[in-house]
């Protein structure tokens, strides 16, 4: 028989359902991201992932508010930051988020794991909005399925990859939070769909006008992602996808920059304000971890870029604590 979850509250702290061993493994993945929030969390992973080998299987519920539920593997790496209630996973995607509570969007979130942001905009705190989540791996559907169920099914996941166009394409990877269908497929990886965003336009899963927020995290498709939505970026919509910061190129912010009419604007975690991304020099300054991901922020939509630079008078970083 399966056991309950663990459940996390990370607004109070409290813990219920755990034994005094799964407890004891719970400091240490604390104390753990604690002291790798110093270094970027470099090596947290890993060490995770080592302690969830002395753990029996067993998911653990975090409540992220009152109204959103996330579950996953206890011990898994990647997610157990959480367990940290300091810790702020993609702090300026939250800021924007939350501020943008009061806008009719939708959210399409395009590699979207388990469903993190999915559960969290679909909640009444950030607005109650409509999601639509993009999955390819058949390991990690199944996660993002049982957390639209246990959030009361009020974002919608889809089993597929998002690319250039319709099609099939060969997942590969190791760790779940990096499967790619990007680069030479590997032997032994997974066939999965592949659907465009103005493919979602075609089949009916969002309408041909209206506000979008696209999530990007899609390990090396956000180019093609934006090639096959030439229609949908022409409505209300921003982009936010990853800048990689082990790509010394700068890649995706290139092509934005100079094949996409869309303005661009990054978030600098040095000052917390976000500034126009203009000159790729600027990138340089602002990814000093050559293992994570920075979100840049890419639209044609005159109210978008007006939101965002609105998130620097204090008023919504602010509004994060109430």
């Given at each position: ?79 157990s ?11 300026e ?18 590699g ?12 009444k ?8 989540a ?35 394409a ?14 030479a ?58 800048e ?11 092509y ?50 007006e ?15 109430q």
């Amino acid at each position: 028989m399966t056991q309950p979850p663990i459940v996390f509250d990370r607004v109070t702290g409290d813990m219920r359902g755990a034994n005094p061993w799964e407890r004891s493994i719970g400091f240490a993945l604390l104390a753990g991201s604690k002291v790798g929030a110093y270094i970027s969390h470099r090596g947290y992973n890993a060490c995770a992932n080592l302690l969830k080998t002395l753990l029996p299987e067993r998911d653990i519920n975090i409540m992220l508010n009152p109204d959103a539920a996330f579950s996953f593997p206890y011990g898994d790496g990647y997610w157990s930051k959480l367990l940290n209630r300091t810790f702020k996973y993609e702090d300026e995607l939250e800021l924007f988020l939350l501020d943008s509570k009061d806008v009719d969007y939708t959210l399409i979130d395009c590699g979207a794991n388990y469903g993190y942001w999915s559960v969290m905009v679909s909640s009444k705190r950030f607005g109650s909005h409509r999601s639509i989540a993009m999955e390819p791996s058949s390991k990690n559907f199944p996660r993002l399925a049982h957390n639209a169920k246990i959030n009361g099914n009020r974002f919608y996941p889809i089993h597929a990859a998002i690319g250039a166009a319709r099609g099939t394409a060969r997942l590969s990877g190791t760790k779940h939070e990096a499967f790619s269908i990007a680069g030479a497929p590997e032997a032994g990886g997974e066939e999965v769909q592949v659907l465009s965003l103005d493919n979602l336009i075609d089949d009916g899963k969002v309408a041909a006008q209206g506000k979008y927020i696209i999530k990007l995290d899609v390990e090396g498709v956000e180019i093609d992602a934006m090639k096959g939505g030439t229609r949908i970026l022409e409505t209300d919509s921003v982009v936010v996808c990853e800048e990689h910061g082990n790509d010394p190129t700068h890649s995706v912010s290139r092509y934005i920059l100079e094949q996409t009419p869309m303005k661009a604007i990054i978030h600098d975690p040095a000052t917390d304000r976000f500034e126009a991304l203009t000159q790729l020099s600027t990138l340089d300054r602002i990814k000093v971890a050559s293992h994570v991901g920075y979100n840049v922020f890419a639209t044609s939509s005159a109210f978008w870029e007006e939101r965002i630079y609105g998130l620097n008078s204090g008023n919504a970083r602010r509004a994060m604590t109430q």
